[in-house]
């Protein structure tokens, strides 16, 4: 039987557009602060006509007692993507604590992540968390066109060589052996 989800009271700190239609959003919970391991993520209510409940992956390592995601505004929101861009900073709102079902597994002799759009939310925070462990490993990120890679830049900066990109409007492919 599923543990039942504990719901706390949060408050949307800052937005931060990342593209065109990706926004960052750092939310400070409520009393103490639960760290969460690469690849999880965090439920919220989102305020609509009837509130609808959304996960989305954390972004980074939320050391600081706020969470961050990344929300893709989707043009065919039902009003999960829509609700959370209608939000501004110091609105209330209700959030579980975080919870993984991505979890990242140490002791491997190298990994491969890869990442399309949105999807990079969970690699980015498991990207940090192996550069930290020194592991060995790459990151293949691919977007439709330039404009759609959310966090490339800031994961190049921290990664560096370690990340490819692949853009399909610049026609490139992905290079699953690494040579």
Not at 29 to 38: D, H, I, K
Not at 102 to 115: H, P, Q
Request: glycine share 8%; with cysteine; hydrophobic share 40%.
């Amino acid at each position: 039987m599923a543990k039942p989800v504990e719901w706390r009271n949060a408050r949307l700190r800052a937005t931060r557009d990342l593209t065109h239609d990706v926004r960052l959003f750092e939310i400070e919970p409520e009393g103490a602060f639960a760290s969460a391991a690469p690849g999880s993520h965090i439920d919220i209510v989102v305020p609509h006509d009837k509130p609808l409940v959304r996960s989305y992956s954390l972004v980074g390592p939320c050391t600081d007692g706020r969470y961050r995601i990344a929300v893709k505004r989707l043009a065919s929101s039902r009003g999960g993507s829509a609700g959370m861009w209608r939000l501004a900073p110091g609105e209330q709102l209700t959030i579980a604590a975080p919870s993984n079902s991505f979890e990242l597994s140490y002791g491997r002799s190298e990994y491969l992540l890869l990442a399309g759009g949105i999807g990079i939310t969970p690699i980015y925070t498991m990207a940090l968390a192996l550069k930290l462990r020194r592991a060995n490993f790459r990151v293949l990120y691919g977007a439709r066109s330039r404009r759609d890679l959310a966090l490339a830049d800031d994961l190049a900066r921290h990664i560096g060589e370690r990340l490819q990109l692949f853009v399909d409007d610049e026609r490139q492919g992905i290079d699953m052996a690494g040579e």
